[in-house]
């Protein structure tokens, strides 16, 4: 998981001022819409939209379309399309385990853009089953070490339910039970450390370590199926390490 998170905590910085940025925009607003949708517009009453609605501030997403997203997601304006959550599974080149998570108004589109990014990348398809069993759903809070110390960020969320805490280079990662993410998040804002993300994640319980060749070629074709508008999430199992990590990226 570490080389994972640390490789999506760098491409993020990089996605705020990168070209795709009115992609992500786009994915965090449906983020928001369904949110929304599946627990109300009200982000006091449904945690998932508040921190749809924070990453998406985070990542400047303007407050307007912030707002119509929620509405759009609750019935107060027209418009939502009727998005369902779908994940694939796949292998990547080296044996990299895949779960591709697509959130899509046509199953069928979204089925043949997942499969043509695996098999143009040296990827494939995987039985369903045949991945998901490597991957456990966790809570997961990124906090920027500029704000806190691992012992202030240790501190502040032992006693709200988290298991462990990762240093990743620039960030620390709070990993916790699905049930315990706004018990962890909510202790971090009571401590007033500054998280950038808290949402539900998969995480690997086995990861393949890789090469700068292999590294090379799992990001792109990651890169390749995040650029699909129906893809929200793609979770992996690889590992990499700093020095490799600072080679590709």
């Keep these: 998981m570490s080389g994972h ?3 999506a905590t760098t491409k993020h910085k990089k996605a705020v001022i990168d070209a795709k940025r009115g992609k992500m925009f786009a994915k965090l607003i449906k983020n928001v819409e369904v949110a929304a949708r599946t ?11 508040y921190d ?12 307007d379309n912030i707002d119509r997203a929620v509405k759009r997601g609750s019935g107060l304006e ?3 399309a009727d998005y369902q959550t779908i994940m694939y599974e796949g292998y990547g080149p080296n044996g990299v385990a895949l779960l591709i998570e697509c959130l899509t108004d046509n199953r069928n589109r979204a089925a043949t853009e997942v499969r ?14 045949s991945v998901s069993y490597m991957f456990s759903r966790k809570g997961v809070v990124i906090v920027p070490k500029a704000g806190a110390t691992e012992d202030d960020v240790m501190l502040a969320v032992l006693d709200a ?16 039970e699905p049930g ?29 370590p890789l090469d700068e060749e292999g590294a090379r070629k799992i990001f792109k074709l990651i890169d390749v199926l995040e650029d699909s508008d129906d893809v929200q999430n793609v979770y992996a199992n690889f590992d990499v390490s700093d020095e490799i990590l600072a080679q590709t990226t």
Excluded at 52 to 63: C, D, E, L
């Design 5 to 7: 998170s640390k490789w």
């Design 39 to 49: 627990g109300g517009g009200d982000p006091a009453g449904n945690p998932t939209l």
């Design 52 to 63: 749809a609605i924070q990453k998406a501030k985070k990542n400047s997403v303007p407050n």
């Design 78 to 80: 027209a418009g939502g």
């Design 116 to 129: 043509t990014a695996l098999t143009r990348n040296g990827g494939s398809f995987a039985d369903a089953g």
């Design 161 to 176: 339910g988290a298991e462990e805490v990762n240093d990743l280079g620039e960030a620390f990662e709070v990993v916790s």
């Design 180 to 208: 315990d993410l706004l018990a962890v998040r909510t202790a971090l804002q009571d401590a007033g450390i500054e998280y950038e993300s808290a949402e539900s994640s998969l995480v690997p319980s086995v990861t393949v």
